[in-house]
C-alpha cells in the first residue's frame, strides 16, 4: 500500500532526492565510488557543497555579506554556538515552545537573557504579539515554526535590532527578507535533507565583536574561513540537500512552493474545523501550514486510538501527535505530496462518517 508520511522529523524527502541519493551511493558521479566513500575533499565532491551554496543563495535571495555554512551538532548545537559568537552582554528570546526553550537555557551561559514574551501558560498555543524589544538587545532570537505546538511566524518580524531565527521547520516554505537577520540556522531534517546536516545562514559584519574565546569548532569563522570543510563535514546529507535544492528551483523556487504549502495546509484545516470530531489546537491565527496538530473535541476523545489504528490501516504513517501536545499532528512538509494530504482527509471524512 502507499504509504502518506507525515512524520515531523526526520521527515519526508521528494522522490527526487531519495532516487539520486541512491544512485550516487551506487555510483557517486561517475566516479565509480559510492558517495559514502569519497574523499570530502576530492572535486567531485567540493562541486557538491559549493553548488548546494549557490542554490541556497539562489533561492533565498541572499545578499552579499553573508555566508552559508554546512555544520553538523543538529540546530541544538546552534542554541549555544549563536550566543558565543555575538552575544555581547544582552539578547532578546521571544517564548514560543521547546525549542525555543532551549535555546534560551543555552543563550543564559553567555549573558543577560530578556525573554520578551512567552505563550507557556498556554502550552505555547499561540505567538505572543504584544511584545516590545529592547534596542540595547544585541539580537532578537525566535523560532519562525514551532513543530511541536503547530504554530508558525510567517514573517519577518520587525524589531529595533538584528534577528536571528531558529527555521529548522519552515525554512523554503516561504521568501525571506535575509538582510534582517545576522543569523539563521535550520536542522536538515525537516525540510531539506536526512538528518545530520545543519544549515547556518550568517552575516560576516555581526562575527568578531565579543570578547570571549570562542573554542574552534563552535566558531563561525572558523567554518566561513574552511568553506566548511575545517573538519569532516556530512557528505551524504549535504548529497541530499543538492538534490532537494535542485527539486525546489524545478518547482519554481520558494514563491511557487509556498503557494502549494499554503493550499494542502488551508485543505487539512478546513476539513478540521468542518468536522464534528476533529478540533484544531493552535489560534487560528498563528497556525502553522507545516505542521498541523488537532486532537479529539472533548466528547469523542475516546475514540482517539481507534483513529489513529484507522489512519495508519489507510495507510498514514506519523500522525500521532507529539506527547507535549496529544492527539494528532500531520507535518506537511514541502515533499510531501498534496495527494497525501487529500488521503489523510477523505480518512478522516470516512472515519467521521463511521461515528
Ligand atoms: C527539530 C527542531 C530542532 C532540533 O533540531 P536538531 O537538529 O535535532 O538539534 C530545533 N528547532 C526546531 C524548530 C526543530 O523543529
Redo the contacts with the bound molecule.
Sequence with gaps: MKKHNFYA?PSILSEYTIKNTADAVMNFANTGLSILEVSHRSKEFQAVIDEASDLIKELLEIPEGYHVLFLGG????QFCMVPFNILKKKAAYLETGT?AVNAIKEAKLFGEVDVVASSKEANFSYIPKDFVIPTDADYFHF?T???IFGTEVRKDIDSPVPLVA?M??DIFSRPIDVSKYDVIYA?A??NLAP?GV?IVIVKEDALGKVERAIPTMLDYRTHIKKGSMFNTPPVLPIYSALQTLKYYKSLGGIKEIEKIDVRKAAKLYEAIDSSKLFVGTAAVEDRSIMNVCFVMKPEYTELEKEFVEFATSQGMVGIKGHRSVGGFRASLYNALPEASVDALIATMKEFEAKH
Excluded at 543538529?74 to 548545537?77: I, K, L, Q, V
Aim: proline content about 0%.
Design positions: 522529523g543538529g540546530a541544538s548545537t525549542w523560532t515554526n514551532n513543530t531558529d529548522s521547520s536542522g531534517q525537516k538528518a545543519t
